[in-house]
């Protein structure tokens, strides 16, 4: 039996262009390609533990949306995200200690400010749970893409950023981010067009976002 496509399927292939963009960052391909300024892996490392930390009390509203809709499984996945999600935070603090980054001192950057308000704009009550679980989808799977990306054959990845890349890019988190888009698309299935319209537009937003955070951290601003 031939396989129906899926909405999440139908986005990737119309926004193909953008979606490359920000999972094939120059930023990416430079960790890739061995070639990466560490001054600048330095500055993602700080600005990211900043998002991290806007990102958990996101999780937490997915968490309550789904909680409200009661469905075990969702809450389980993303239950785990969470507890990912703890593990990340302790992990960029020894990370920074090593690349002697002093976390207590970074001021957050315009594309991260306006990443984190994005984040807190998709906090509210009454954005619906297929447009957030989208979003979470969304940030997830951009990382998991890029750092696997880093590790695939023929790539020259220093080995000092090996674990880093290991981080999002294993097997482990492909197959979460790939639960969170079979949620996405199983409330997408049932969604209004409204909803399906905005979790698009939010799912380009997140896209937008990605490839700005990432240009902030190839020496942007
Ligand atoms: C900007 C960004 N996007 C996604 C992730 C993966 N949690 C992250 N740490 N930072």
């Known amino acids: 039996m031939e396989e129906k496509t899926t909405m ?21 391909r430079s960790i890739r390609d ?5 001054s600048f892996f330095k500055a993602w490392l700080g600005q990211d533990y900043i998002f991290v930390r806007a990102f958990v009390p ?5 968490l309550t949306k789904v909680w409200k809709g009661s469905d075990d499984n969702d809450t389980e996945v993303i239950l ?7 593990d990340e935070v302790g992990w960029f603090k020894k990370e920074a200690s090593k690349w ?5 001192n970074i001021v957050p950057q315009k594309a991260n400010q306006e ?26 799977a951009v990382y998991q893409e890029s750092f696997a990306h ?8 220093p080995p000092e950023l090996q674990e880093t890349c290991q981080r999002w890019g294993n097997e482990g988190f492909r197959q979460y981010c790939n639960s969170l888009r079979k949620i996405a698309d199983r409330q997408l299935e049932k969604a209004s067009d409204d909803v399906i319209t905005n979790a698009e537009a939010t799912f380009l937003r997140i896209l937008e976002h990605e490839v700005d955070f ?3 951290s190839h020496g942007g601003t």
Request: proline share 1%; aromatic share 12%.
């Open 8 to 28: 999440i399927e139908t986005w990737l292939k119309k926004h193909r262009l953008v979606y490359v963009g920000a999972t094939r960052h120059p930023f990416i």
């Open 34 to 38: 061995g070639n990466v300024d560490l």
């Open 58 to 62: 996101f999780v937490a509203s997915v």
């Open 80 to 86: 785990g995200g969470m507890a990912a999600l703890n």
């Open 100 to 104: 002697g980054v002093q976390l207590s």
């Open 115 to 140: 990443y984190c308000r994005f984040l807190e704009s998709l906090m509210c009550l009454e954005v619906e749970y297929a447009v957030a679980i989208v979003a979470f989808w969304a940030i997830e």
């Open 150 to 157: 880093c590790l695939e054959d023929g790539s020259k990845t």
């Open 214 to 216: 990432w240009n902030m």
